[in-house]
């Protein structure tokens, strides 16, 4: 007969291994190619050391002459808070009971939830490698310009790429929640609209410019590639970039359309100023198509590359080029995938309750719950080999 503690054995010793090659690999080819290490974690937090500069130990003298004087590697030491990832799933109690002498009924039941909680995962994780920690998707725009008119629960927003239908939102105002934990039903992303319930619309007066955040996750998102070229004068976790320059990434203004020589000639100065070469190129799936007609333009060879994960990419100097969903149109990051770490305190585990229990039941009602929980961070660990060429129009 299937009991909680049975299904409990199943959560972890089946799905777990699954749950997490399947998170680790299947995301992006970024995301696969980030290494994933708990060896830097000190406490609550990530102790990690950055790499600013070469050794200054070397030279060169005359016979019998004097040794160069030493000069130790340019380093720090950034103190990286790790963010708390939740999945939660939940299963009625009246399933379980109608299935406890027909295993394979939970058994689809748990294969459907896990799974679309993993889409679920890979499609924010994906998200938040592209954002730099504040977790805002979109803000609501006016839409009493829009013919025909749209219904109160269809809201227009600046960019809906970052929206999907399920997912749950706060609606802030300021400092002020004006709804929370608000389900997307629908999204136009050719006309950058959402839907929300038409019950939520109809309590809930929600203004342009209010603010659209994953639900409770507002300021409290992994800090993604883009928290590292944030204003030059602001720090990098706690470390001044004014006062130590080695942390500062390269960032261009192109200011124009994107050409192969602009792309070289950057790709030759990120290779200048570090010793770590550009091995991924990222962008939007705008600009990627901007890169593919130029190639067209200039009857270039188009290459293609194979990366683990089983992504197919295009090339630039046999470095894959990635169109990513969630990067900002214009911007174009050459990355040393290498020089960051995605530190974390574990890899993705179930949240177990007294016992050791993983499915506990939710206070008060018939309804049981599991938890899935990863503390993480990304960082770079070189900020010297990190570019991005933004400011890319489109052509004409």
């Excluded at 054995?9 to 190619?33: E, M, R």
């Excluded at 928290?227 to 001044?240: A, D, R």
């Excluded at 214009?330 to 974390?344: H, I, S």
């Amino acid at each position: 007969m299937l009991t909680i503690e049975s299904i409990d054995h199943v959560l972890k010793s089946y799905y777990l291994d699954a749950i997490c090659t399947q998170l680790n690999s299947g995301i992006s080819p970024f995301y696969s190619a980030v290494e994933k290490t708990a060896a830097m974690i000190s406490g609550k937090d990530a102790m990690v050391p950055i790499e600013l500069g070469i050794s200054g130990g070397l030279g060169t003298t005359e016979e019998a002459g004097e040794l160069p004087v030493s000069g130790e590697a340019l380093r720090d030491c950034l103190t990286v808070p790790l963010r708390n990832i939740y999945g939660v799933i939940d299963i009625s109690d009246k399933l379980l009971r109608a299935n406890r002498d027909n295993a394979s009924g939970v058994v689809n039941v748990l294969n459907a939830e896990i799974q679309m909680m993993i889409r679920a995962a890979q499609f924010n994780l994906n998200r938040m490698m592209w954002g730099t920690g504040t977790g805002l998707l979109g803000t609501v725009i006016d839409k009493s310009t829009v013919t025909p008119a749209l219904s109160p629960h269809m809201l227009m927003v600046d960019d809906a790429r970052k929206f999907t239908a399920g997912m749950s939102v706060d609606f802030i105002r300021g400092t002020t929640a004006v709804a929370s934990s608000v389900r997307i039903t629908d999204v136009d992303y050719i006309k950058n609209i959402i839907t929300i319930p038409v019950l939520v619309a109809t309590n809930v007066t929600i203004n342009a410019a209010d603010e659209i955040y994953l639900q409770k996750s507002k300021g409290s998102e992994v800090n993604g590639v883009p928290y590292l070229f944030q204003t030059l004068n602001s720090s990098y976790y706690g470390l001044p970039k004014g006062a130590v320059p080695g942390v500062q990434p390269t960032i261009k203004e192109l200011d124009d359309e994107l050409s192969l020589d602009a792309m070289q000639e950057f790709f030759d100065s990120m290779s200048m100023r570090s010793s770590m070469p550009t091995n991924m190129i990222v962008c939007s799936l705008k600009t990627r198509r901007q890169y593919l007609n130029q190639l067209m333009l200039t009857r270039t060879n188009i290459d293609y590359l194979n990366l683990d994960g089983g992504f197919k990419t295009l090339a630039f100097n046999g470095v894959p080029v990635c169109g990513e969903r969630f990067v900002d149109d214009g911007e174009m990051y050459f990355l040393n995938t290498d020089a960051f770490k995605l530190v974390q305190l574990c890899d993705w585990e179930w949240l177990q309750g007294d016992n050791g229990t993983i499915l506990t039941q939710v206070d008060r009602k018939a309804v049981y719950t599991a938890t899935l929980v990863k503390y993480a961070n990304l960082v770079a660990t070189y900020p010297r080999a990190q570019g991005v060429m933004s400011g890319i129009e489109d052509p004409v």
